[in-house]
C-alpha cells in the first residue's frame, strides 16, 4: 500500500512516537511505501524529526504547519498538505492531532484518496476549555468526522467521549493501543543502581517519578501540593520530575516555596531512549494529568514494573487497574493523590506485586508490531 500519515508536529510526545513507529513498521514489515507529512517541531518538547530521518522515513515538512489557530496560515498549510497528498498518490491518509487531522482530511476527501482514517489519540474537547471554544471544536471534529471513513482509538475511553458528543456513530471506532518498543522497559532493571547513584539518590529512598510535558492540565502543582504530605509521613521519599515545558520556572518557584527543593529534581527534556533507565530508578510512578487520552507512561511503566498512580481521567483506568497495578484516585483530589502514594510508600510488597501484575498483563498488548498489524488489517478492510 501507499500510507501518508499527517501530524501537526513531530514533537517528543506520545501521538507522534505512535505515529513514527507505525510509519517504520509499515514500511519495514509490511513492505510499504510510506510519506509522513508534518509541520516544523517547534517549542521546548524536542523533537522525532531526526529519528524519522535516521529510520528512513520520508519526509515532507510543511513550514506554515502550526498548532495554533490562523486562518491565513492554515489555509497555506491546507494547500500544501494537499499538494503532498497529491503528488503521493496514497491508498490510505491517517491523519493525527486536531490540527493535521482537520486539514489533512479535508485535503484527502477532495482528492478522493480511498481510505481516510483519523487518529484520536486524546480529547480534542474538554471542561477546562472555555465552552464557546469547546463547542467551536466539537463543531469543527463533527465536520471532519463525515470526511473519514474510520477512526482509531487509543483507548475505548476516546470512543466513548466521541460519540456521546455526536462527532461520528460508534461503528466508525475501532480501540488499538498505542504500541511502543517494550523491550527496553523490560530490561531496564539492569540500570536501576547505576541511575540511582547517579541521580544521587540512596538505597532507602523511596522515588516517586513522573513523565510528563511541563505544561498546563499535566497536574505536576498537584503532585507538589501531594509532596507536603507524603514528605511528612515519609522523609525518605523523593520525587522525580522528567520533562521540560513552559511551566518549568513556576513549577521551580512552588517547590521551594513549599520548602521542598530538598525533595525534587527536574531532570528536563531527556531523548526517548533515556525513559527507560529513569523509570528503573524510581519506586512509583505517578501520574495527575487531567486529560490525556492514554499517557502511555502508565503502560511504559507498568511494563517495567511500576506501580502506578493515577488520576482516574480518560483511559487511565484501562491499565491503572485499582489494587492490582495501582491506586486511582479521584481528579484534582490533592489529599487522595497523597494517600495512595503514601499507601505504596509503605507497603514495598504491594509496590512489587502490582508493578508485576502490570508487566503480565500488559507487555504483549502494547508491542509496536500488534499495533501496527491492526492498523494494517483495518486499512484493507477499507479498501
Not at 15 to 31: F, K, P, Y
Not at 67 to 74: F, G, H, Y
Not at 135 to 150: K, P, Y
Request: aromatic share 6%; with cysteine.
Amino acid at each position: 500500500m501507499r500510507i501518508a500519515h499527517v501530524i501537526t508536529r513531530m514533537i517528543l510526545g506520545g501521538a507522534q512516537e505512535n505515529t513514527l513507529l507505525s510509519c517504520e513498521d509499515l514500511m519495514r514489515i509490511h513492505g510499504d511505501d510510506v510519506l509522513l507529512i508534518t509541520g516544523p517541531p517547534l517549542g521546548p518538547e524536542g523533537s522525532l524529526i531526526e529519528r524519522a530521518r535516521a529510520g528512513g522515513v520520508p519526509l515532507e515538512i510543511i513550514p506554515q504547519l502550526r498548532r495554533a489557530v490562523l486562518p491565513w496560515r492554515d489555509l497555506s498549510s491546507y494547500l500544501a498538505v494537499k499538494q503532498a497528498i497529491r503528488r503521493f498518490q496514497p491508498d490510505v491518509v491517517h491523519t493525527h492531532s486536531a490540527k493535521g487531522g482537520i486539514l489533512g482530511r479535508a485535503a484527502a476527501t477532495t482528492l478522493g484518496v480511498p481510505a481516510i482514517v483519523h487518529g484520536v489519540h486524546g480529547a480534542p474537547f474538554h471542561p477546562y476549555q472555555s465552552r464557546a471554544v469547546r463547542e467551536l471544536i466539537r463543531v469543527a471534529e463533527r465536520w471532519a468526522a463525515s470526511r473519514c471513513h474510520a477512526f482509531v482509538s487509543v483507548a475505548d475511553a476516546m470512543t466513548d467521549l466521541m460519540v456521546e458528543a455526536g462527532v461520528a456513530p460508534r461503528e466508525k471506532f475501532t480501540t488499538i493501543y498505542s504500541g511502543m518498543e517494550v523491550e527496553p522497559f523490560l530490561d531496564c532493571g539492569q540500570y536501576r543502581e547505576a541511575m540511582r547513584r547517579e541521580l544521587g539518590y540512596r538505597p532507602e529512598h523511596i522515588v516517586i517519578g513522573k513523565v510528563a510535558r511541563l505544561f498546563h492540565l499535566k497536574g505536576h502543582a498537584d503532585v507538589v501540593a501531594a509532596a507536603r504530605r507524603v514528605v511528612e509521613e515519609h522523609p525518605n521519599a523523593r520525587f522525580l520530575f522528567v520533562g521540560d515545558g513552559l511551566l518549568r520556572r513556576s513549577l521551580e518557584r512552588e517547590i521551594a516555596a513549599a520548602g521542598l527543593e530538598a525533595y525534587f529534581q527536574l531532570v528536563g527534556l531527556v531523548p526517548p531512549e533515556r525513559i527507560p533507565q529513569l523509570l528503573s530508578a524510581m519506586d512509583i510512578v505517578v501520574h495527575a494529568s487531567l486529560r490525556e487520552g492514554l499517557a502511555r507512561v502508565l503502560p511504559q511503566a507498568l511494563i517495567a514494573g511500576k506501580p502506578v498512580v493515577s488520576y482516574d481521567v480518560d483511559g487511565a483506568r484501562e491499565v491503572v487497574l485499582s489494587g492490582e497495578t495501582g491506586y486511582l484516585t479521584p481528579p484534582r483530589s490533592v489529599a487522595e493523590l497523597s494517600k495512595a502514594v503514601c499507601r505504596l510508600a509503605s507497603h514495598p510488597e504491594e509496590r512489587e506485586r502490582f508493578g508485576l501484575e502490570g508487566r503480565r498483563r500488559f507487555t504483549d498488548r502494547f508491542r509496536h508490531q500488534r499495533m501496527t498489524e491492526q492498523l494494517r488489517t483495518l486499512y484493507e478492510r477499507l479498501q
